[in-house]
């Protein structure tokens, strides 16, 4: 837990790229994924590669005001990334992925602004949460090709009393971060999970009398 | 089958996390299984790791009365371990695995006491069936965040003639044992696979006449 | 392509076990597989076992009549595997596995003894049909612990002109075969696919104007 | 990026194979792969083989007219791997994969032309859109075993100003191409992915009023 020296934070990085490509949620080169490193500089990986097959040679350094640190074309969406270490001094880890049916969820409900999820136990992998009779709300954005839009319409949702380390941008993917790589893991795990479990219920629920 | 030394239980459990991972039952730090020792303690996934990437040093000892013999904390829900193995000394493995389907189809019955499963070949799966032309109640309870609670709601289900060696905790996921790690895990698998082919039942009886 | 040694016959059945496994379709102690062997014996799974963790010495032989020739509990399913042997002398391996769609849709159209597959490029898989634009029917056999009435309830849909190497057995799963246990995974899986994506098919169909 | 020489070429398309088996899109002996070489003529996989488990030796040269250049059995389909070729010069790999959920989706619209994303982020990875605000028209052809027949129903859309390097036939599997058999795979990932997410969006609507 905590930040890591540039080493262990690319093989972390490579390593979750492998995971969520095996979960579908890494398709084509989408997704991008960054660590705090021990020095305060953000290990991220670059553009334009498959995130399921990285090397330690696809991450690069960058400052955390965005100032590329070594050779290496960083992400559009590295902003984001940046955003969320400036706003939140605890988290060293922030991923990024594309999942069919987060996509599919904010895009079932284009008005939604967030997504609640109701009496799981799986609620209690977020922070402070620690009963499943709790709501744990999703914030949900439009996309933009605009780093600073989505950030300015996100950032109020995320500082809210009880928000959760996750928000959703619309017909694009889910963000999520942690105190480390491992945590944002567990927490975009847990989320997709959570949208999977409710897609079955759906599923069930059409099966009406029996 | 039976019960085991440290070592085989440890290195057991550890490749059932593998498993569960991989057919997306064990999110986040989800999850926990253990198995009954050939000394009568319990081996026991210790709380807060992932479960599909364990090594033997996330598994910890507890006695029967759930006093740690070693050190690791062990997970909340060791209780329901525990009873299962008191009420059924046959039992020598047990899982808790979180699958979305279970989970969905949990919520879409928010009434339901139990799910019954009918005519399938996949119930000889479990203990004293021999048929297809049977009946597998499958109990669900409540979720708690009360151990004691759950345990009394579930213990009568549990005892009750032809009970099966699996019950769902709503909104949370399912438990199965028997009488070796292996058995515990045919009971899961074969729970969730029936589980799942009553999805897809559903989803082509939607596609009505052809 | 053909009959094989015992070895050969045994690595083969190992080898698909954990790919069957891997789709899904080997849950629990679910399936059985077997080759026919150049001296007219047949290599068979044992039963009990998990298939998708299977060594060679899971493996038994038997005589075209059923005798065991070498030690192990044949699986009750061994009649249908030899049935097939003997109605089809080009028959060289046997595979049955367990799906949750397969078995979903023998359960969604409870009175129907086939299923058809109309205008799939995927039929020409199937021996004999070398356009999409056939017909391949695969007939629906309703369940029964009695090998006998299983047999004698699908063998006229078996030799029937333009009959498909495979049927499926209600609430239960699929029987394939072919001239190598290779191809006989082929029909497996191009059947499973099939199935699989008709579903998705009812799926978009609910999706309706757009 | 670019042409390859034929061991490179092999290799790729071999572990291509591997990647898409794996997701589901290579069932029985579909689907086939191709790749430019440096010396103008094109690395092709053998009919017949089974796509997950290729060896470098199942892949064969044909000319661009295409004549064989090595021994073995070029597919049927040889001819829309070529087609695309001479189309786009800038194209050296070609991908053509089966999945359930593109059938599925061509055969839900029996009468549709074409299939438009829009408003996804993914449909940035096609080339020449920048933006999710697009539109992605991926052309859907009726099947035929006349492969002129297909190549002369669906080159008008593929030569259309904005069109995507991909298409789909009807009953069949989707076509992709890029610079290289990478960026192919980046296509046909990305265009499963958004057929996939408006599945899960319908199925999310399903669940109507929250």
Known sequence: MGTMGFDDAARALVETGRRLDFRGWAPATGG??????????????????????????????V??????????????????????YRLFPEANGVLHGHSPEAVGLSRAYPQAREWVFRGH???????????????ARLPIVDNSQDMAV????????????????????????????GASVAEAEHVLE???WLIAAELAEIGFRNGAAR
Request: proline share 8%; net charge negative.
């Open 63 to 84: 400052a955390l005001d965005g100032t590329p640190l070594t050779p290496g074309k960083p992400s559009a969406e590295t902003a984001l990334h940046l955003a969320i």
């Open 121 to 135: 136990e799986m609620l209690k992998i977020y922070p402070g949460i620690d009963t499943h009779e709790a709501q």
């Open 190 to 192: 847990a989320t997709e």
């Open 150 to 177: 989505i950030e300015a319409a996100v950032s109020p949702a995320l500082l809210a009393p009880g928000a959760i380390p996750a928000y959703l941008i619309r017909s694009h993917g889910l963000y999520s971060w």
């Open 32 to 61: 991008n994924y960054s660590a705090r490193l021990d020095d305060g500089s953000i290990a991220l990986t670059v553009s334009g590669r498959h995130k399921g097959r990285l090397t330690p040679a696809d991450i690069m350094r």
